[in-house]
Antibody, heavy 127, light 111 residues
Framework: EVQLVQSGAEVRKPGESLKISCEGGEYNFATSWIAWVRQMPGKGLESMGIIYPGDSETRYSPSFQGRVTISVDTSISAAYVQWSSLQVSDTATYYC????????????????????WGKGTTVTVSS | QSVLTQPPSVSGAPGQRVTISCTGSSSNIGTKANVHWYQQLPGSAPKLLIYAGINRPSGVPDRFSGSKSGTSASLAISGLQAEDEADYYCQSYDTALNDYVFGTGTKVTVL
């Protein structure tokens, strides 16, 4: 079964750094985009960016450009999001998801949907 | 602030049919970019429900159906069941923002 396994919950203080992970299993990790999605407490879903493990091409959502770094390590089929200096407002659940499309309805990256999701990593930032 | 607008909540009795609208614009739903729908059960990760407007992934009951017209899309749930209580989100790509966008989300309550 295709799956994405995310790292466990984290608690940090403002100003600290953090890197969370997402490991893919049972599919060719290198040839499918990975998306990161934020969900703040009680709020909706927000796209953070996507990365193509095969060549590490990364596209950041404008709201997250410069605030996080998305990366991959294809040798262990893992994708990451990292913060250099967390803020209280980074408190949220972060999901990774496989992104792509197929068939006649696929018009390139604009058609991408997220078909497999990780269970999420809850990040709490508090002093 | 999302560019895809959904009603905050909809409700229905078991067995009824409910619809959720997703209103966008000429830079997202009105383009070739498809509309997709996700179901998020309480305390769980989102799950793909409908892709490319009308297609159901394997395992999704045919009680769920999608449609699109112009700059809007809709998700219909027929034969509403208690297990359908969840948050539902539409998603597309916005060519003006160069970003994947989600709808504001709709909470479905089964009365």
């Amino acid at each position: 079964e295709v799956q994405l396994v995310q790292s466990g919950a984290e608690v940090r203080k403002p100003g600290e750094s953090l890197k969370i992970s997402c490991e893919g299993g049972e599919y060719n990790f290198a040839t499918s985009w990975i998306a990161w999605v934020r969900q703040m407490p009680g709020k909706g879903l927000e796209s953070m960016g996507i990365i193509y493990p095969g060549d590490s091409e990364t596209r950041y959502s404008p709201s997250f450009q410069g605030r996080v770094t998305i990366s991959v390590d294809t040798s262990i089929s893992a994708a990451y999001v990292q913060w250099s200096s967390l803020q209280v407002s980074d408190t949220a659940t972060y999901y990774c998801a496989r992104a792509g499309c197929r068939g006649a309805t696929c018009y390139g990256s604009q058609s991408y949907y997220m078909d497999v999701w990780g269970k999420g990593t809850t990040v709490t930032v508090s002093s | 602030q999302s560019v895809l607008t959904q009603p905050p909540s909809v409700s229905g009795a078991p067995g009824q049919r409910v619809t959720i609208s997703c209103t966008g614009s000429s830079s997202n739903i009105g383009t070739k970019a498809n509309v997709h729908w996700y179901q998020q059960l309480p305390g769980s990760a989102p799950k793909l429900l409908i892709y490319a407007g009308i297609n159901r992934p394997s395992g999704v009951p045919d009680r769920f159906s999608g449609s699109k017209s112009g700059t809007s899309a809709s998700l219909a749930i027929s034969g509403l069941q208690a297990e359908d209580e969840a948050d539902y989100y539409c998603q597309s790509y916005d060519t003006a923002l160069n970003d994947y966008v989600f709808g504001t989300g709709t909470k479905v309550t089964v009365l």
